[in-house]
């Protein structure tokens, strides 16, 4: 188990009045306005406004965070800025000392660090109507990122999260603690085929930093155009990991058991990042075991986090029942039926760039 993700994750989010934050954020920033909550897992996230309409997310890091992660995720931002400046994600702003982050005492002598972005004006895209066109933007926009993000390291990019499907083993220990039962027993069906079939290939994967956390609650939309991606937000689950973890992880957020076909979504999500950003052999051949397997460590830390956290159950909840049914639905699958299903839209599978 990580023991600093851990830690963060076990560990409430700071708690700041309306009037702490706006204090903070005139101190730190020289920026007044009026304080608007935002969700959050980890961290305490506001949403700052100016009299004169400027907007700001003002994140409180959770004390429990380590300084190199948030320095990670700053650089991150930083670097994207530079080398894809037409990205649409968040633009870090400096404290009035020309620093990334800021720090603020909190309760029982603990500190956490401060960070201020801009605000992206869009649509979350939980809050429209899924379309083909709309999923095959997310998948060049995701390539498009992950293309930005080749080549850059930093000492943080280690951190040790358990929202990372490439280290989904770490989490078998919570399998026990689910009730019900026949959930218990789709748990173990899907984590001994990520320990049998995927763990042992992941070393020899291409490995970058990504986003891990590319979903309808973190990619924005145009008000007029449902189908043009204007902002990529929530930069707090990256680390340096397999690329294929990335697309799996984002095509999970794509089953619809509704659908009459629930592999249609990913696959065509799957096949526009294929298009922009290949996969290779070795990656298609895992990419549906690292789909389900994001399905499963959602279900598992979910359940244990809303245990711990009740006041935030509905956060915490908010992508459990998805998960449970996509596990069912793949239950009966072999490997390499949901492969095949998942790559529906790739024209010529195989070895490529």
């Known amino acids: 188990m990580g023991v600093t993700d851990h830690a963060a994750l076990s560990t409430a989010a700071p708690n700041l009045s309306a009037a702490e934050v706006r204090a903070l954020a005139r101190g730190l920033y020289g920026i007044d306005g009026s304080v608007r909550s935002l969700a959050g897992e980890r961290d305490q996230n506001c949403r700052i406004e100016t009299p004169d309409g400027r907007r700001y997310v003002l994140k409180i890091s959770n004390p429990r965070e380590r300084v190199e992660v948030v320095d990670f995720q700053v650089a991150a931002l930083e670097h994207i800025a530079q080398v894809s400046p037409d990205l649409p994600v968040p633009r870090v702003v400096r404290t009035l000392g020309g620093g990334a982050r800021g720090t603020v005492a909190l309760a029982a002598g603990m500190h956490a660090m401060v960070r201020m972005l801009t605000y992206l004006d869009g649509i979350q895209i939980r809050e429209t109507v899924r379309t083909a066109a709309q999923r095959r933007s997310m998948g060049r926009e995701l390539a498009r990122l992950d293309r930005a993000l080749q ?203």
């Open 151 to 353: 080549g850059f390291s930093h000492p943080g990019a280690t951190n040790d999260l358990l929202w990372n499907v490439s280290a989904a083993h770490r989490l078998a220990g919570k399998i026990d603690g689910i009730v019900n039962s026949h959930r218990r027993a789709l748990a173990r069906v899907f984590m001994a085929r990520f320990t049998d079939h995927v763990l042992p290939r992941l070393d020899s994967l291409r490995s970058q930093v990504i986003h891990n956390d590319y979903h309808f609650y973190n990619v924005l939309v145009a008000d007029d155009d449902r189908e043009r991606i204007v902002g990529i937000i929530d930069f707090g689950d990256m680390l340096h990991a397999p690329r294929v973890g990335e697309v799996g992880t984002a095509a999970a957020f794509h089953m619809d058991g509704n659908a009459a076909d629930p592999f249609e979504g990913p696959a065509q999500f799957v096949a526009a990042y294929h298009a922009a950003l290949p996969l290779k052999e070795s990656e298609q051949e895992v990419v549906a075991d690292l789909m389900a397997t994001r399905h499963l460590i959602t279900a598992l830390i979910s359940e244990w986090r809303s245990a711990r956290y009740p006041d935030n159950r509905p956060y915490i909840m908010r992508h459990n029942p998805a998960a449970w049914e996509a596990l069912s639905l793949m239950a009966d699958l072999s490997r390499a039926q949901m492969r095949d299903r998942l790559l529906a839209g790739i024209a010529t599978p195989g070895v490529t760039p």
